[in-house]
């Protein structure tokens, strides 16, 4: 061979070698993304700089937002924690997960997107908050809280593990189905002045120090501190769960906020229209009679609770931004469900008012997508768990639901279908609630509780009536609006939330998915 030919291959050997093996920043550079999900645990979506809420400080939060694309009208697949975060693990509605309320979630080996994930070359972590019971990790390695090491899972369990929250929670095991418990109706009980539980305690809190998800943050950065560049590319899921009650912040933080924050608005006369389900909802959870002074406080309470949660994320995002993955690393925020906050007369979550049910959604990679960005569009949860795994490389099984967004993150001007789901069938109401988000309006479905009651129907025009104060489902003009909404909430279910509501009463649990049908 020619030695002039012999020294320029040399040369060019070297040079590849020099890109490939001599930068691991560069080495993670050319691979696949790393995907780091943040989800917090009832945070209203409205209360954020970024949503425009001019009282909300969350720096962090608004700075990621500057560097993505924030999402205006996503909603979460429950309003309750374990049933919408069933939604993010296995890529399905609740009524075809099957986990209704807080209670043991589908089966260890049940097709997830951890596992999904793995199988596309990636190394799936789960620090903090996913809610999974009996020793499940469906697919993720989880980091210990105590010690920050990666722990073996526990032998997964089946049965009955539910918590007090779930007013549904007959025995979950294959033998002893029942059916599942429903309020009565119609019936109220008078609890004086009685509040529940969850108003205590509140304010200040010097010792937030000790709160779990300080542990959390801090197995978050020391991860993507010793993660090697040369590793897997990773999937890793930090859970928060501030800015959730209790509502307690350190003392600096609701000093803020004292005498800042308005009283909800409720037009007189107005709780006496609400549908049954929440009268019952404010009845059975002692929120009829909630003083003055006590929305004043626990308002504020909340805003500072949101600071605290922002303060922790951007200690995880700062540490990111100082490891070699900072600029292949997509980072998304969001929450498995909102957070009432005394409008409609309601606190804590259990209902479909955009309040509880829509979300935030930051997703930031600014090596693919410039930042700033608004998406004003309805999308769900299942559409976020089909993204990751588009971005991923991983293929969703066909029986998963949802639409990537990641065509409509490529170009603003893509079609997208501008529609989302949203799900209720667990404690504090007589029967089971859905909703379909298309455009402006909102549509909500009170399925019927029994031969005297429902089904009842709310109808929203989102932009005239952001606050959901003004239901049309009675009006005349709006028939074919109602009817049309109807129609496409089954389609996109699949289901007709009537049936629904039969096999959830059937007891229809991940371990008898067609439930009790004698």
Not at 199 to 211: C, L
Not at 279 to 289: A, G, S
Request: charged letters at 25%; proline letters at 7%.
């Amino acid at each position: 061979m020619n030695s002039k030919l012999v020294v320029l291959l040399l040369g060019l050997l070297a040079t590849i070698g020099t890109v490939y093996a001599g930068d691991p920043a560069q080495t993670q550079t050319a691979r696949r993304p790393n995907i780091l999900v943040i989800m917090s645990d009832e945070h209203n979506a409205h209360v954020m700089g970024c949503d425009g809420d001019p009282l909300a400080r969350t720096p962090h939060l608004d700075a990621l937002a500057a560097r993505g694309a924030l999402f205006l009208a996503h909603y979460c697949a429950s309003p309750i924690c374990i049933p919408s975060r069933q939604t993010f693990t296995t890529g399905q509605y609740v009524w075809r997960h099957n986990v209704w309320g807080n209670t043991v979630g589908v089966p260890e080996g049940t097709p997830s997107l951890p596992r999904l994930l793995n199988a596309a070359g990636y190394e799936s972590f789960l620090d903090g908050k996913m809610h999974y019971k009996g020793g499940m990790t469906h697919g993720f390695k989880v980091i210990d809280e105590k010690t920050g090491l990666i722990r073996l899972a526990k032998k997964a369990q089946t049965a009955s593990d539910s918590d007090p929250e779930d007013r549904g929670g007959e025995s979950q095991g294959t033998k002893k189905l029942k059916p599942r418990r429903r309020l009565p109706a119609g019936e109220f009980r008078d609890n004086g002045t009685e509040l529940g539980a969850e108003f205590t305690p509140i304010g200040s809190d010097p010792n937030m120090d000790s709160f779990i998800d300080v542990a959390r943050r801090n197995n978050a950065i020391k991860f993507l501190r010793e993660r090697r560049p040369d590793d897997k590319p990773f999937f890793l899921v930090v859970g928060f769960i501030a800015p959730h009650y209790p509502l307690v912040a350190p003392p600096a933080y609701i000093a803020h906020f004292k005498d800042k924050v308005p009283a909800p608005e409720i037009p007189a006369g107005y709780l006496d229209t609400l549908p049954m389900n929440y009268k019952l909802l404010r009845n059975d959870r002692k929120l009829e009679r909630v003083p003055p002074e006590m929305v004043e406080l626990a308002r504020e309470s909340y805003y500072a609770r949101v600071e605290w949660t922002d303060h922790q994320i951007g200690l995880v995002l700062d540490a990111l931004k100082a490891s070699p993955f900072a600029d292949n690393t997509i980072v998304i925020y969001t929450a498995d469900h909102g957070e009432n906050m005394g409008e409609h007369g309601l606190w804590w979550k259990n209902c479909l008012y955009d309040s509880a049910a829509r979300v935030p959604l930051i997703i930031s990679w600014p090596a693919r997508w410039k930042g700033g960005q608004v998406r004003t569009g309805a999308c769900g949860t299942v559409d976020l768990v089909q993204t990751i795994a588009e971005l991923a490389g991983a293929k969703t099984p066909k029986d998963w639901n949802g639409t990537s967004l990641v065509p409509w993150l490529d170009n603003p001007s893509s079609a997208w279908k501008d529609l989302a789901v949203s799900e209720y069938y667990a404690g504090y109401i007589a029967s089971g609630i859905v909703m379909i988000r298309q455009g402006s309006w909102k549509y909500v479905y009170h399925t019927q509780a029994d031969e005297k009651h429902g089904p009842e129907r709310e109808l929203y025009n989102l932009r005239a009536d952001s606050k959901e104060l003004c239901n049309l489902a009675g009006d005349a003009q709006q028939r074919e609006r109602l009817q049309a909404m109807h129609t496409a909430l089954v389609k996109e279910l699949g289901e007709d939330p009537e049936q629904s509501e039969r096999r959830f009463r059937a007891g229809a649990i991940p371990e008898a998915p067609k439930g009790i049908l004698n």
